[in-house]
Antibody, heavy 121, light 107 residues
Framework: QLQLVESGGGVVQPGRSLRLSCAVS????????MHWVRQAPGKGLEWVAM????????YYADSVKGRFTISRDNSKNTLFLQMNSLRAEDTAVYYC??????????????WGQGTLVTVSS | DIQMTQSPSSLSASVGDRVTITCRASQSIAGYLSWFAQKPGKAPKLLIYATATLQTGVPSRFSGSGSGTDFTLTISNLQPEDFATYYC??????????FGQGTKLEI
């Protein structure tokens, strides 16, 4: 069945980097746009980034622009989020989510279980 | 950027009640509005998309309506499993695809 499994979270010091992965199975990954969404402890959902099905276009929230990079490896059915210059306010559970569209978003229909990133000294 | 404002932020109700949650966009989003439910420690679950289309497997007691900038999620005959936090999200045009701040539905 369809699965999205995030990994790579952990505790990291401010200013350092971390790379999240989202391994997918059960659908043709290369034909879907993908998103990262995060949720700080006790807070609401925040859209973080999106990448088109072929990786040709990426979009970011202002809060992460210039620090985070979304990418994908369609040959390995894996989505990535490279997070640099991490700040305390980046502490959150990070979810990957599938879009039903291959380019501009339509709806986020399947989500992973999330991976926790804690930025702390 | 389009801002999404939900109300109320929290809501108390009983099993069997009918409740309505409102989501307002800062500009017209042409019906590109989704609703999600999230339970503690779990990923969000898509309930409704394109304002009023029920995601496969979602019970018919959930319904959505609206147009332009104003949208509502209605849950009829509340069931114990419906107590959760609900979020709206727009997917209109270009990113960022903002979420509302959430509505916590409590017993």
């Amino acid at each position: 069945q369809l699965q999205l499994v995030e990994s790579g979270g952990g505790v990291v010091q401010p200013g350092r980097s971390l790379r999240l992965s989202c391994a997918v199975s059960g659908f043709t990954f290369s034909t879907y746009a993908m998103h990262w969404v995060r949720q700080a402890p006790g807070k609401g959902l925040e859209w973080v980034a999106m990448i088109w099905y072929d990786g040709t276009n990426e979009y970011y929230a202002d809060s992460v622009k210039g620090r985070f990079t979304i990418s994908r490896d369609n040959s390995k059915n894996t989505l990535f989020l490279q997070m640099n210059s991490l700040r305390a306010e980046d502490t959150a559970v990070y979810y990957c989510a599938r879009d039903t569209s291959n380019t501009w978003s339509s709806r986020l229909d399947y989500w992973g279980q999330g991976t926790l990133v804690t930025v702390s000294s | 950027d389009i801002q999404m404002t939900q109300s109320p932020s929290s809501l108390s109700a009983s099993v069997g009640d009918r409740v309505t949650i409102t989501c307002r966009a800062s500009q017209s989003i042409a019906g590109y509005l989704s609703w999600f439910a999230q339970k503690p420690g779990k990923a969000p679950k898509l309930l409704i998309y394109a304002t009023a289309t029920l995601q496969t497997g979602v019970p018919s007691r959930f319904s959505g309506s609206g147009s332009g900038t104003d949208f509502t999620l209605t849950i009829s005959n509340l069931q114990p499993e419906d107590f959760a936090t609900y979020y709206c999200q727009h997917t209109y045009s270009t990113p960022p695809y903002t979420f509302g701040q959430g509505t916590k539905l409590e017993i």
